[in-house]
Structure formats: structure tokens, C-alpha cells
């Protein structure tokens, strides 16, 4: 999934600016503005999943499915 991909890539900007940061290359400003990307898409996966779930839930009542 793409979601999926943007959140790893996020969740590797996250580390990649925390090394730099640890190695006085960057200020923290970059480290949080990472941190919030990733949480940001971090949301945004959970969201795709939910909705996901959501649709099949639709369909099996659709199809009769449930109590």
C-alpha cells in the first residue's frame, strides 16, 4: 500500500534527522518537523485502515452478512 510507503519513508526521515541532529550537523527544529511528518502519516495509514475495515464491514451487511 502507498500509505504504507510514506510512513516508512517518514518514520526513516525521522531517524536520519535525529542522527544528524546527534552529530551537530542539523538544529532540533529538523528533528521535530520530521517527528510531526511521521506522526502525521503515522495517522493518515491508521485512517486508510480504518477505512478499509470499514468497506468490508459494508459489504458482508450488504451481502446479508450480520445478525
Known amino acids: 500500500m502507498q500509505q504504507e510507503q510514506l510512513t516508512r519513508?517518514?518514520?526513516?526521515?525521522?531517524r536520519l534527522s535525529t542522527?544528524?541532529?546527534q552529530g551537530g550537523a542539523?538544529?532540533?527544529l529538523e528533528v521535530l518537523d520530521s517527528d510531526?511528518?511521521?506522526?502525521?502519516a503515522?495517522?493518515?495509514?491508521v485512517?486508510?485502515?480504518h477505512d478499509e475495515l470499514?468497506?468490508?464491514v459494508r459489504?458482508?451487511?450488504a451481502l446479508g452478512g450480520g445478525w
Open 36 to 40: 510531526t511528518r511521521r506522526f502525521v
Open 19 to 21: 542522527l544528524r541532529y
Open 42 to 45: 503515522q495517522l493518515n495509514l
Open 47 to 49: 485512517q486508510a485502515e
Open 59 to 61: 459489504t458482508y451487511r
Open 54 to 56: 470499514q468497506s468490508v
Open 26 to 28: 542539523t538544529s532540533y
Open 9 to 14: 519513508a517518514a518514520e526513516d526521515a525521522t
